[in-house]
């Protein structure tokens, strides 16, 4: 593909969007939730663990704890063991409580519709904050952009850059606000199941055409 200008590969990434929109119609995150407190305490529990298995444990979990003031009150010690499956479970008990406590004393118990309030919760970054905002809410302050996401766009030959928060500006400045949530969502579907780590199934890529495959050597 020759060298675009930036117009041409924000032209190219809306058209990207358009595809996979087609292909998967009701996308949405695969983290069961119904509120943004459940999205954010899921979101916790997803890292190094399947979605499958955060939403088994969290199926239980979300009926014990209903509310922020119920993590923050919390015992340490059986809330490691409730969340044991997801792996790396005590630090992420540790993370639920102090997240419990600052919601309950800072927030009146609700999780805040900001991305600097949620930043300043107890290990919530920027990915994390895009879901909550965008998947829970609606509010599209930035792009998700999760180990699927930072691989597919620069595959995609949208962006050049290698950390999330670059990544995530590049797609913020090709993207009208409108479709930030969008993209997420999709992209990180798209590098679960046609883009993935290893051999992409290319033969059956919905954005096949649009996609310069950057560095991709073992397609299917």
């Known amino acids: 593909m020759a060298r675009e200008t930036k117009d041409q590969r924000a032209n190219r990434a809306r058209a990207i969007l358009r595809r996979l929109k087609k292909a998967r119609p009701d996308a949405r995150l695969e983290l ?82 900001t991305m600097e309030a949620l930043l300043a919760l107890r290990g919530v970054a920027r990915k994390t904050a895009n879901m909550v905002l965008g998947s829970a809410m609606g509010i599209a302050a930035g792009v998700v952009v999760d180990t699927h996401v930072a691989r597919v766009a620069p595959r995609m030959g949208l962006t050049r850059q290698k950390t999330p928060e670059k990544i995530e500006q590049d797609l913020m400045t090709l993207l009208p606000r409108k479709d930030w949530i969008a993209f997420g969502v999709h992209g990180t579907l798209h590098g679960r199941y046609v883009c993935v780590a290893r051999k992409p199934h290319c033969s059956a890529c919905p954005v096949a055409g649009l996609c310069p495959r950057v560095d991709v050597t073992n397609a299917q």
């Open 32 to 113: 069961e939730f119904s509120s943004p407190l459940e999205l954010l305490v899921a979101t916790v529990l997803a890292a190094q663990a399947t979605d499958k298995r955060v939403n088994e444990v969290t199926r239980d979990l979300f009926r014990r704890y209903p509310t922020a003031q119920d993590y923050a009150g919390a015992d340490l010690h059986r809330l490691q063991g409730e969340i044991k499956p997801t792996g790396f479970y005590r630090k992420k008990a540790e993370a639920l409580i102090a997240i419990g406590r600052q919601l309950a004393e800072q927030h009146g118990g609700q999780v805040p519709d």
